[in-house]
């Protein structure tokens, strides 16, 4: 996560959307940069929500900040997970994904009780917005880059080039016509909320 308190902008860290290679890249002008742990890099809204907003609103006085975060194509986003885990050091691991294939494991992510190497999160979740009216209020499509580049370098008045940092190790995979279909059903709300953005 990155804060930019002067352009009331919060950067949320959906995981495998590229925002490693972000943070680095805009860490220096950022006033928070949040690496670590985990569950606080990568605090979707709900966290946001509970925790952050209302510091900034009770301790700093802040109204309101502006959220913006990337989401991936699921397939591809899926695809990303099922890579990184393919990892050498991943051998033998809970969490490995040598043993199986990627039809395996989508249809493992699609269960409500997933095995560990499915087992995720979703993006749909993580940027599902609050009843109190918080929510993303700039989305973008990791395949858009420049749009996101473009928006930033507005916003904070940057110019950036992105490295390539946390990258999973390249493989073709395409799943089968009847495990994509059901992927698409069980898990709509991923497609329609990556659909939706402009």
Known sequence: MLVFWKEKLVILAVPKTGTTALAEALAPQADIVINDPPEL???PVFRYNRFFRPMFEKACGVEHMDLMAIMREPVGWLGSWFRYRQRDFMKGKPNSTHDVSFDEFVLE???EDRRSFANVGSQAKFLEPR???TKVTHLFRYEDQPA???FLADRLNVELE???????PKMDLELSPDVLEHLKESRSEEFDLYNSIR
Not at 162 to 168: A, E
Request: glycine share 6%; proline share 11%; with cysteine.
């Open 41 to 43: 890099k990568h605090a």
């Open 109 to 111: 992510y699609c269960k």
């Open 131 to 133: 009843p109190n009216g």
């Open 148 to 150: 996101s580049l473009a």
């Open 162 to 168: 992105l490295p390539q940092r946390n990258v999973s």
